[in-house]
């Protein structure tokens, strides 16, 4: 009993000192449960059956990711109490000379403990039990549920799984503490305060050798993923990850003896103020702290990069729905005999194909629907409709399957179908083309092609581009503007024997007006054309997925972010007050050496704001090159999103990342101001 007491008046002394430790432990509780309650909202009773399977897999992914958050968080929540630990050597082996044994110590730990992770844990829950309410209002709004019959609710199996992975990582602090004191040695401890980390002062010959080196190897990776030097594959993603991570460290291990070496040599600003003191503190904790530097600006880029890549994702998904879906269904069938179908079937049309099923397309489709029919010419390929220009861009782009066959379509079927879609028609020559294209980073390939004027060649007769660039429009509706490159031509050139029928569409309206009539109409299409070579794409679909898509994408970008956020500016706090507590008599000095408190506190401001700015800086020189690699692998963001996002990453870090960077300077402010 009179250690749980001596416990609870430790805790009492230490928690302002060490605020951000608890603010952190809450914080992660909080995310926590808000992740994992997200299907016990209301709100998820009130959406559709395809919609909730949609939900269900995102919430399965969100369970994988809470194992790697859980790990996350156990290591930081270690790496914390090391420093608590740390910290409070003196005051174990006062204990230890009053006759106290390890395994009294042990036993204040393991109290203070269970303290702290009930405190953690019931505030965390409580924060994120009404946050989670929050989260049923985004929810709805991402997938269109209704809010009338909304209720307050909590979610027992949230809170059982957070108390679980949290006491999980409990226990593990408490044998990590059993095994810490047991090494403890009474003369150690007493001395604590006069022992300092070891600073080896490194050559500046060598640090400046090794800075060059970093710098290059972070201008080989950042090249490499431009594509500078060919195409990158995933043994050399592997190999370009391996070595920036390596150059983060070395710049950050070559920093810590170029930094103090660079400064010193500009005497008016080194002897200005107490910059002296601030960059000799500062020179001091880089060195002793490279590799805590180099994974906290890792996870700052993760944190750029996930957020940014998550969020430009969801805005590409979701940005052109509208006008991608003009119409409730269109359905697209190969032309070409395949596992799915016989040569007979593969000369069918749609309309026919469905008849011959059952399904009578003019009874259960409005009139005027729209069928036709696309072409290939087998010698007709991406790389042979290049031009001039063929060698240069390929070379840019070796990633592409150059010898993908082009589609063709006669100018009056496309018109026909634009008409229907609400596009804009065109008018060709005899000797002319058009190339519909709508994805930004093909665009500007097949742009090259089309301003060089490059020729298509199709039984010995020669067509030219009517436009030097790439016109708007397509043939299947889709949930985003993926056209990669289709070639309209006269009706004329479609009388060459050696074209092949490439690909039917078939976009309609159903004659059903209400919800339960699409229902229906829909149910019977899907019964035929399940397992036949028919694809349906409706309007209702496509919505769905898009905003499914892009519901998991934001969820576990938003999930991943906020950790790899929080445990980043948590341990460079955490190091902070640290320093600070252990600096408070060199502060003592500098006042009375005559510095007055607001040089002082200025010096401290400056002292974290570049403690807390070099990690950050670098990362986002990586995010810069990371993002656009992501962007050029994946293919599927539009350049008009770029902007949004990276203002919602900004102020997402400036939010997360100011607050901790104001709780450590508030709280170090306070620690050095108690040695007046």
């Not at 020669?462 to 397509?474: A, F, I, K, T």
Request: proline fraction near 2%; charge should be neutral; hydrophobic fraction near 45%.
């Amino acid at each position: 009993m009179m250690l749980f007491k001596l416990s609870l008046r430790n805790l009492k002394k230490s928690f302002q000192d060490y605020t951000v430790y608890f603010l952190t432990l809450v914080l992660g509780v909080a995310v926590f449960y808000v992740f994992n309650a997200l299907d016990s909202q209301s709100v998820m009773e009130s959406v559709s059956a395809s919609t909730r399977e949609i939900i269900e897999l995102m919430l399965a992914m969100l369970a994988g990711v809470s194992v790697f958050v859980s790990v996350n968080l156990g290591f930081l929540i270690v790496y914390a109490n090391n420093f608590l630990i740390r910290r409070r050597k003196k005051e174990f082996g006062v204990y230890m000379s009053l006759g106290m044994s390890r395994g009294g110590i042990s036993r204040i730990l393991f109290g203070e403990t269970v303290v702290i992770g009930l405190i953690s844990l019931g505030a965390g829950l409580v924060i994120g039990v009404f946050a989670s309410q929050l989260m049923s209002v985004l929810v709805a709004r991402m997938f269109e549920a209704d809010m009338t019959g909304y209720t307050f609710v909590f979610s027992g199996k949230a809170a059982g799984k957070t108390v679980i992975y949290f006491g999980i990582m409990y226990v593990l602090v408490v044998l990590f503490n059993a095994v810490t004191v047991s090494r403890y040695k009474l003369l150690h401890l007493l001395t604590a305060e006069r022992r300092n980390e070891k600073v080896r002062m490194k050559n500046p010959l060598l640090a400046g050798a090794v800075f060059c080196v970093s710098l290059g190897l972070l201008a080989y990776c950042y090249l490499s993923v431009l594509g500078v030097f060919g195409n990158v594959d995933r043994n050399k993603t592997l190999l370009l990850i391996g070595l920036g991570s390596l150059a983060t460290f070395l710049f950050f291990w070559s920093l810590s003896g170029l930094l103090l070496r660079l400064v010193q040599r500009r005497k008016k600003f080194y002897l200005k103020d107490l910059n002296l003191f601030v960059f000799r503190q500062m020179n001091s904790r880089i060195n002793t702290m490279v590799s805590t530097m180099t994974v906290i600006c890792l996870m700052l880029f993760l944190t750029i990069g996930v957020l940014s890549c998550g969020v430009s994702m969801n805005q590409s998904l979701t940005a052109e729905l509208e006008e991608m879906t003009p119409r409730d269904v269109c359905m697209t069938k190969s032309m070409e005999a395949g596992e799915r179908q016989t040569p007979e079937d593969a000369g069918k049309g749609i309309a026919e194909y469905l008849g011959d099923a059952g399904f009578e397309v003019s009874e259960e489709l409005e009139e005027g629907y729209v069928e036709i029919t696309s072409y290939v010419l087998p010698e007709l390929t991406w790389e042979s409709t290049l031009g001039d220009s063929r060698e240069a861009v390929m070379a840019q782009f070796p990633q592409l399957n150059w010898s993908q066959r082009e589609e063709l379509v006669p100018l009056s079927a496309y018109n026909r179908i634009a008409e229907f879609y609400g596009m804009p028609t065109y008018e060709l020559a005899e000797d002319e083309y058009l190339l519909l294209c709508t994805f930004d980073s093909m665009k500007s390939i097949r742009d090259t092609g089309l301003r060089a004027g490059a020729p298509l060649n199709m039984g010995g007769k020669e067509y030219r581009p009517r436009y030097g660039e790439c016109q708007e429009g397509y043939l299947s509706m889709s949930t985003s503007r993926m056209v990669l490159g289709i070639f309209v031509l006269p009706d004329s050139a479609f009388t060459e024997r050696g074209l092949v029928p490439y690909c039917n569409y078939l976009a309609a309206d159903y004659r059903g007006q209400t919800e339960a009539e699409i229902a229906a109409v829909e149910e019977r299409i899907d019964a035929v054309t399940k397992r036949s070579p028919v694809y349906v794409l409706s309007k209702t679909a496509l919505r769905e997925s898009s905003v499914g898509m892009g519901a998991i994408v934001t969820f576990i970008a938003l999930y991943l972010g906020i950790i790899f956020l929080i445990s980043s500016a948590a341990m460079l706090a955490l190091k902070e007050l640290s320093d600070s507590s252990d600096n408070r008599d060199r502060y003592g000095i500098l006042r009375e050496l005559g510095a007055d408190q607001g040089m002082i506190r200025k010096a401290l401001f400056r002292q974290i704001g570049i403690f807390f700015l070099l990690p950050l800086a670098l990362a986002f020189v990586h995010s810069l090159f990371g993002v656009q690699f992501v962007n050029r692998m994946l293919l599927v963001m539009q350049q008009e999103s770029q902007e949004q996002s990276i203002l919602f990453t900004a102020l997402f870090i400036l939010l997360i990342y100011g607050a901790y960077f104001l709780a450590t300077y508030l709280g170090s402010r306070r620690i050095i101001e108690e040695a007046d």
